[in-house]
């Protein structure tokens, strides 16, 4: 019941402590936070002068919001994205400012914002923040720090604010805008703030454009090896010509002399003509290597991060084949059945990266589903890459069946360094492990193991 209340409240301090924000400058917060505790110590008015720096500070916050109610003027906002972005990764958008005043701008600040999402109690309850580890016992029982921690997760970014120092009358200026992704997914804007100090420099007056807009964000990306796994080979015709174009492709390789039951479709007649005997031509079937690539979405207990690792190795293994002839077929269990073709000719890797932005982790167990999909798509596959979150009795029933069925396949177990699985089980089922905190070494040699 405490808890609730806290967190009834929560939205309120955020939204004061957002406000005040956005409206004090670093000058008119400090002010803002002596004139209180001047008014305290301000009662004793024989014994101290405190009361004097309360009416000073008073007057001075009244001053600051009274001019600012004098700003004036009307613009307009237009804002340019790109068409994807990366997590971690800076990028920058530009926005396009006009001045439809008769008189010139000076001292103007922009402040675009993203979608603010207040969470529910029942997801606030049930999200981990590992930053608890460094809080006091106080913080982690009013949870307030954390919430302004999965705020800014479901928010997605971080914009800088940008100065811009003059506009002339009735003309556009085009000022460039950095934001830096902190989570996959779409990113919404929600409104751009125009902003004025005024005179004492205390208080800002703002402009609101209400522009929404959306930018999606891919996956990290992390620098993996080419797949070289020792596959099988499946009847399935593919290649190059096959991946590119309709049909199938076969490459010619030599001559040879004619046997009963050549087709005549074959002759090489220049060589007949020229011999005086038929001669045949040979030709080779061109194949390309078929992995199947299988994301464990099943998170369990399991903390979110890992999650996170598995889709970024799943993408950045997607990358890496872009250059190659060869199929990948991505598959994963979300509310459905999920499988994708990523090859050359066949489908953009940007649209199965798109697609990886947008998973979502399952908590109910959805390991049997991906048996029944890899018994689907086991005769067209030479291999698989498994990238598993855990290595429990269902993950183990999952290795032994790829194993029953001959199938060559690689197992990535993703955990952190505090999670110790079995070294006997790791061992005998030839899992990798790749750890959090190494994980870019650990991938340098995923194929070298």
């Excluded at 008015?45 to 405190?50: A, D, E, G, I, M």
């Excluded at 068409?83 to 701008?105: D, H, Q």
């Excluded at 805008?177 to 929600?190: A, E, N, W």
């Excluded at 751009?192 to 454009?209: D, N, S």
């Amino acid at each position: 019941m405490l808890r609730k209340l806290l967190f009834v409240n929560f939205k309120l301090v955020y939204r004061f402590s957002q406000w005040n924000r956005q409206r004090f400058t670093s000058t008119g917060m400090l002010i803002l936070l002596i004139t209180p505790v001047a008014g305290l110590f301000g009662f004793d008015t024989r014994n101290t002068l405190s009361f004097h720096i309360f009416s000073i500070a008073s007057a001075l916050l009244f001053t600051a919001i009274f001019f600012s109610l004098f700003f004036r003027g009307r613009f307009s906002i237009i804002r340019k994205l790109p068409e994807y972005g990366r997590v971690g990764t800076p990028l920058k958008y530009l926005c396009i400012i006009c001045n439809e005043n008769k008189t010139a701008k000076r001292g103007l600040i922009l402040i675009d914002e993203l979608k603010n999402q207040f969470p529910s109690l029942d997801h606030f309850s049930k999200t981990k923040d590992p930053l608890d580890i460094k809080r006091s016992r106080f913080d982690r029982f009013i949870g307030y720090p954390r919430l302004i921690n999965v705020m800014q997760k479901l928010r997605g970014g971080s914009i800088t604010q940008v100065a811009i120092d003059y506009i002339p009358k009735q003309s556009e200026v085009v000022t460039v805008v950095q934001l830096t992704p902190l989570r996959r997914g779409y990113l919404y804007f929600d409104k751009i703030r125009l902003a004025h100090a005024e005179p004492l420099g205390l208080f800002q007056a703002q402009k609101v454009f209400y522009n929404n807009d959306s930018l999606l964000i891919l996956p990290r990306l992390y620098k993996t090896p080419r797949l070289n796994l020792q596959s099988k080979r499946t009847c399935q015709q593919s290649g190059v010509n096959n991946a590119s174009i309709v049909g199938d492709s076969q490459e010619f390789i030599s001559l040879r002399d004619y046997q009963p039951g050549d087709s005549i479709q074959s002759l090489h007649w220049r060589s007949f003509a020229k011999l005086n005997r038929p001669v045949i031509k040979e030709y080779q079937d061109e194949h390309s290597m078929r992995y199947g690539l299988i994301l464990d979405t099943f998170l369990n207990k399991k903390s979110e991060v890992i999650f996170e690792d598995a889709v970024s190795i799943t993408a950045s293994l997607i990358t890496a084949q872009k250059e190659h002839d060869a199929l990948l077929d991505l598959m994963f269990i979300s509310n459905n059945t999920c499988q994708f073709t990523s090859s050359r000719g066949l489908a953009d890797h940007e649209k199965i990266l798109e697609m990886l932005a947008c998973v979502e982790p399952v908590y109910d167990s959805n390991i049997h589903q991906v048996e029944k999909m890899i018994q689907h798509y086991c005769h067209e596959c030479n291999a698989f890459i498994c990238i598993l979150l855990d290595l429990d009795e269902s993950r183990l029933k999952l290795i032994k069946m790829l194993s029953i069925l001959n199938i060559p396949a690689k197992f990535l177990l993703l955990r952190d360094l505090k999670n110790k699985d079995s070294a006997e089980l790791i061992q005998e089922n030839d899992v990798h492990v790749i750890h959090h905190d190494n994980l870019q070494q650990e991938l340098d040699t995923l194929w070298k193991t």
